[in-house]
Structure formats: structure tokens, C-alpha cells
């Protein structure tokens, strides 16, 4: 997620933004047209992916360890997401 929402600001600006969070990112591209339909599974990603990232809490949820359906969920999220950027992307060309 943190590679496609970089590669619309790449896209749409010059300047690359230096952070890791999904959450700010989402910020930068949403004026383009990118619209994430789930903020709150974007929230949920974050948590995990900036603990995993840096591991003092080894990439724990609110709940605990990741759960193979959070992984599902994710992924699917992840999926769509592409689908939906690709298509704004494809509509600038």
C-alpha cells in the first residue's frame, strides 16, 4: 500500500514524501481522485505496518497477532485499492 500511494504522488508531484504512514500518504493523493473506500481498514493496516516496520511491538494489532483473516482482509483491501488507482492512472494517460 505504501509503494502504490507513493507511486500516484510520483505521478502527480514532484517531491516525494519521506514517511511510512498510510494515513498521511492517503492524505497526499486524495486530491488527485484516489479514493480508498475503507478508511478504517486503512487505519488498521497502518497500525500493523508501522509496528512491523519498526518492531518494538512486533507488529501487534489493537487485538494482538495478525489473524489469518486480518491477512485475507488486507490483502483484498490491498487488491482493490491497485484496481482503483490503476484506473485513476490509466485516466491521466
Not at 519521506?18 to 478504517?40: A, F, M, Q
Amino acid at each position: 500500500m505504501e509503494k502504490l500511494l507513493k507511486a500516484v504522488i510520483e505521478e502527480f508531484q514532484t517531491a516525494l514524501v519521506k514517511t511510512h504512514n498510510l494515513e498521511r500518504l492517503y492524505e497526499k493523493v486524495k486530491p488527485n481522485g484516489v479514493v480508498i473506500s475503507d478508511v478504517d481498514l486503512l487505519k488498521r493496516l497502518n497500525e500493523l505496518y508501522i509496528d512491523s516496520r519498526y518492531p518494538s511491538d512486533s507488529g501487534l494489532l489493537p487485538y494482538g497477532k495478525p489473524k489469518l483473516e486480518d491477512a485475507q482482509e488486507f490483502y483484498s483491501f490491498a487488491e482493490k485499492t491497485y484496481r482503483e488507482v490503476k484506473a485513476v492512472l490509466k485516466e491521466r494517460t
